[in-house]
């Protein structure tokens, strides 16, 4: 597979703004691979860039990564993997039937973005990212939110947003257990089990916990125990009595519908939110749009104990509207790419690319969905000359 080398960067080390967010992705640290000549800490990462606009916004990110690696003394590997929607129509699959095996040995996943008009959204989903978070116990998804330079929010007087939605990702109400019957009959029916383990539950609340007593102590959790009255209530017990370990940590319980509008009124009474599979999809979603931009916000899926690769990832879709158009905002990649960095133990440099992009937009450099004229090269030059100086 194609491999880019890292290009300079000459910018002071020592830049170490603390996003809490991260705190307790960057928990465990990360067993270093080093180059045997030159010493320099040395990753591999495969690279997804997949449809539509990912081809587009995945470049940029690289860019920008390869622009702060050295400069921050480490290397990366890029392994470009050309799955997706086009793997898909060629072969039946939307990668090949080893491709677990391929990503295993690397240290992360990077994503552009999967979909097309002509499969089923179903197909995009679980025939590639869902096999990837559960292979590789993928269980945290996380989605910080926060109201960048030159974004305005939707909701009146919001300017300041900052908060966390702490998603499990492999169980709950994305299951595989159910089934259609008598299909095309007047009596046609469709059942979707939900599955909730102990250990499931227990583990995203923990990392919601440990990550809430680095921020403000308050967690709250999504639940929908008045109406879904196996599932719910079971999360709730085990969330509360997980939570009641963790000292100065109080978790609030709210039903998942007043809570939507409660993100939507009153948004910074949220801090950390903890929730299920389907509950947290929404939720994020939500809180992205309510800072004012989905195509900005990134998204990680992380195995915390790092015992396999982690998935980052925009939150955007492919928009095959505007694809190849040359006006793709490549912000949530890039910041997926600085998640990224920061669970691989590379915090300086993670910091210091959230800064250069959140500087190229505070200096009036925005793509047209932010209501810029700034194209997505351009853009990628604005950050790419910030990753050149001190942040």
Known sequence: MPERQPGPGEIPAGYARHQSWSAAASAVPTTLRRNPVTGTRQYTIDVIAGDGIGQ????????????LADAHGFTVRWRERDWGSDHYRAHGRMMPADGIAQLASGDGVLLGAVGA????????????????????????NLRPIRILPGVTSPLRG??????????????????????????????EMAVQESVFTRAGVTRIARYAAELAQQRSGRLVSATKSNGII?????????????????????????????????????????????????????LSDLAAGAAGSIGVAPSANLNPEKTHPSMFEP????????????????VGTMWAAAMMLDHLGEEEAARHLESAFEQAMAGGTLTGDLGGTASTEEFTRAVLA??????
């Not at 587009?56 to 622009?67: G, K, Q, T, W």
């Not at 300041?160 to 007047?186: A, K």
């Open 56 to 67: 587009e916004v995945m470049p940029a990110a690289l860019r920008c990564v390869d622009a």
């Open 117 to 140: 008009p002509d499969i089923p959204d179903d197909v995009t989903l679980w025939g590639l990212l869902i096999p990837i978070r559960r292979e590789f116990h993928q269980y945290v």
């Open 158 to 187: 919001l300017d300041e947003l900052d908060l966390v939605v702490v998603r499990e990702n492999i169980e709950g109400e994305y299951s595989e257990v159910g089934g259609r019957l008598y299909r095309g009959r007047p009596e």
């Open 230 to 282: 196996h599932t719910m209530p079971f999360w709730d017990e085990v969330v509360e009595a997980t939570v009641a370990e963790y000292p100065g940590v109080t978790v609030e319980k709210v039903l998942i519908d007043a809570l939507a509008a409660r993100m939507v009124l009153k948004p910074r009474s949220v801090d950390v939110v903890v929730a299920s599979n389907l509950f947290g999809d929404i």
């Open 315 to 330: 939150v955007h879709g492919s928009a095959p509207d505007i694809a190849g158009q040359g006006i793709a905002n490549p």
């Open 386 to 391: 910030r990753c050149a100086t001190a942040p």
